[in-house]
């Protein structure tokens, strides 16, 4: 093996942080090296290591050999070694990058534990990060760490919140009363802190926006389909604009301290509402209606964009933001720290009030307007 000083710059790469949240420490068993160099902590010749209780470590680093022509292979097994019944099992990893064929990793559980963000490698490339959180989730006598059911219940609130959010969006007497804006800065609004499991947030909407009686004909009422229907029982027909953030919890980088840190990704992150308003139509269904009225439905588009400053408002709605590949750097730190990407989404709805008074939403369209990158101290 070589004892050469730190390549900052190689670029075939793998690395493994373990966030231990057990009480248990995760003792390295067992690790072997085919091919390669061990290159924990951006260090040549850096073993994988043992993973204390409640820490947060980079456990394993490895690199190809210099040319990078060899690739690299290695494999490595943690394990609780506590004896009898409450030991918690094993997790075993196998990595294999080779210069030529595709790439094969594995990352095997055995035990009464619980392993999140491990994903398999994809069969072509050759720098990756993995980070994975090892949870108790009980021992043979089925009792359940205190910790493991705070998280289980945060989990299934974080699972609850976009009906929340769904319900608050079609129930105009609860949105009527939060806060109106029409102009904001987007950066005074990204979370100050990172609790989790993040919630979706409505931050605020607009002014009540209401829409002329000459456009209602290019807006398609799934209830009142008619003209007729509509000048019969519909009061009004009105806009409002909403503004949202919220992040993928899975997406959320964990840095433990002195790492630098470098990500070349294409971000997907789920919109906070759209999954939940699959029965309502999107906007652009309620406005392409080919009718022989003079006053189309882009008539009434064309006025929604310029109401909101947006320029898609007949585009279909999408249930993810995506931003083209960057490179993004963290330069190391004496904290560790969160990586988080916040989405913030714009959505439009359409809402009806008929003659009795009540008012419906009758269509939604909601996208991604910007993903801003976010660190936390933890």
Same mark, same amino acid.
């Given at each position: 093996m070589n004892s050469s000083s730190t390549l900052e710059g190689t670029s075939w790469v793998f690395k493994l942080n373990i966030n231990n949240q057990t009480d248990r420490d995760l003792t390295l068993t067992n690790s072997n090296l085919s091919w390669g160099y061990w290159y924990r902590d951006n260090e040549d010749d850096s073993a994988p290591v043992t993973v204390p209780a409640r820490e947060n470590v980079e456990a394993l680093g490895v690199r190809a050999a210099s040319g990078t022509w060899t690739g690299y292979e290695c494999d490595a097994t943690w394990k609780d070694e506590t004896k009898g019944e409450g030991n918690l099992g094993t997790i075993s990893l196998y990595i294999d990058v080779p210069f030529s064929g595709d790439n094969e990793s594995s990352l095997d559980v055995n035990g009464l534990v619980s392993v999140e963000g491990w994903e398999d490698l994809p069969k072509s490339?050759?720098?990756?990060?993995? =980070?994975?959180? /090892?949870?108790e989730v009980? =021992?043979?006598?089925? #009792? #359940?760490?205190?910790?493991?059911?705070? #998280?289980?219940?945060?989990?299934?609130?974080?699972l609850n919140v976009t009906a929340e959010l769904n319900a608050v969006v079609q129930n105009w007497e609860v949105l009527k009363d939060v806060e109106a804006k029409n102009e904001f800065n987007i950066l005074e609004y990204v979370p100050k802190s990172y609790m989790y499991p993040p919630k979706d947030t409505l931050l605020f909407r607009t002014d009540k926006h209401l829409i002329e009686k000459k456009l209602w004909q290019g807006i398609a009422d799934p209830i009142y389909t008619s003209r007729y229907a509509k000048d019969t029982y519909v009061d009004e027909y009105f806009s409002v604009g909403l503004?949202?953030? =919220? %992040? =993928?919890?899975?997406?959320?980088? %964990?840095?433990?301290?002195?790492?630098t840190k470098a990500y070349e990704t294409t971000v997907e992150v789920t919109s906070a509402i759209k999954?939940?308003?699959?029965? $309502?139509?999107?906007i652009r269904a309620a406005l392409k209606v080919e009718s022989k009225d003079p006053i189309s439905g882009s008539a009434i588009a064309s006025e929604l964009e310029s109401t909101y400053s947006v320029q898609n408002v007949l585009e279909e709605s999408n249930s993810y933001f995506k931003r083209e590949k960057q490179t993004i750097e963290l330069?190391?730190?004496?904290?560790?720290?969160?990586? /988080?990407?916040?989405? $913030?989404?714009?959505? +439009?709805?359409?809402?009806? !009030?008929? !003659? !009795?008074?009540?008012?419906?939403? +009758?269509?939604?369209?909601?996208?991604?307007?910007? #993903?801003?990158?976010? /660190?936390?101290?933890?």
């Open positions: 490339g050759h720098h990756f990060t993995r =980070n994975i959180t /090892v949870i009980g =021992n043979q006598l089925q #009792v #359940v760490d205190e910790d493991v059911q705070r #998280v289980q219940s945060e989990f299934l609130e974080y503004y949202f953030v =919220n %992040t =993928n919890p899975r997406l959320t980088e %964990t840095i433990p301290a002195g790492v999954s939940t308003l699959t029965n $309502f139509m999107s330069e190391r730190s004496e904290n560790n720290r969160l990586f /988080v990407q916040w989405l $913030f989404s714009t959505a +439009v709805c359409i809402y009806r !009030k008929d !003659k !009795k008074g009540n008012v419906s939403l +009758v269509s939604i369209s909601e996208w991604g307007e910007e #993903v801003i990158d976010q /660190v936390y101290d933890y």
